[in-house]
């Protein structure tokens, strides 16, 4: 009989830690289920790692060198300038029509046996006939060329070389690269501002081998914002 009070005692112990036991185990179940559904939440010792914002960079945009974005008003009337020892240019269209200069003389015969000779002398102009963005900081020489039918040759090799002041000049480019002087078109950028030289600049054709087709071509340049661009057309003399 007194070993009853203390089996009691010892069952109501078991009973108390089976609760808690019962207890901690619904405890942990809540916290897990809270964790599964919400892992931002605050009973989460390790929460999820939280994406940075997303940066929006600015688009960066092409910077060009002054000659490129210099600013000109272009005469609102379009005069011929002529120069002085050379023949006048007529203008066959608009150079936003993809106008070409039209020859005033007939071809040149042939010379040294090459396939190509000049169509005309060259010719200085102002460049705001094709180039009006440019205005007067830009010095250059473009073209064009045609075959025995005057039809457009394109893919033909263009050299410029020479001095022009101290700097060495050495450029190559092709024909159908600049169609606003003609479907044959070439153009090169001399220098960003008019320099004046005396026959110490050429332009001549070259096929794919690097052989001429047709001879070196030297041309003058000009100080001055209406003489700015050289027009050099060829033309082909022979098969």
Do not use: H
């Not at 005309?120 to 025995?148: F, H, K, M, Q």
């Not at 002041?165 to 950028?189: N, V």
């Amino acid at each position: 009989m007194e070993n009853k009070p203390t089996q009691s005692k010892s069952d109501l112990i078991w009973n108390v830690l089976s609760f808690l036991v019962l207890a901690a185990i619904i405890g942990a179940g809540v916290i897990f289920l809270t964790i599964f559904t919400n892992p931002n939440s605050a009973l989460n010792p390790f929460p999820p790692f939280t994406m940075p914002e997303v940066i929006v960079l600015p688009t960066n945009r092409p910077t060009f060198p002054a000659t490129w974005t210099a600013t000109y008003a272009p005469p609102t009337a379009t005069a011929t300038v002529a120069p002085p020892t050379v023949e006048p240019l007529v203008i066959s269209a608009t150079p936003a029509e993809g106008g070409t200069v039209a020859p005033t003389t007939t071809s040149r015969p042939p010379a040294n046996g090459f396939a190509f000779a000049l169509q005309t002398d060259p010719a200085p102009i102002s460049s705001v006939l094709y180039r009006p963005e440019w205005g007067c900081e830009w010095l250059g020489v473009a073209g064009n060329a045609v075959d025995l039918q005057n039809s457009p040759v394109k893919g033909i090799r263009v050299q410029v070389g020479g001095f022009l002041g101290a700097a060495k000049i050495d450029l190559l480019s092709l024909t159908g690269t600049a169609l606003q002087y003609g479907q044959a078109g070439y153009e090169f950028t001399l220098a960003e501002k008019p320099i004046a030289s005396n026959d110490k600049l050429w332009v001549q054709l070259l096929d794919q081998s690097d052989l001429p087709l047709s001879d070196k071509v030297y041309f003058d340049t000009f100080a001055s914002c209406d003489q700015n661009l050289i027009i050099i057309n060829f033309k082909q003399v022979r098969k």
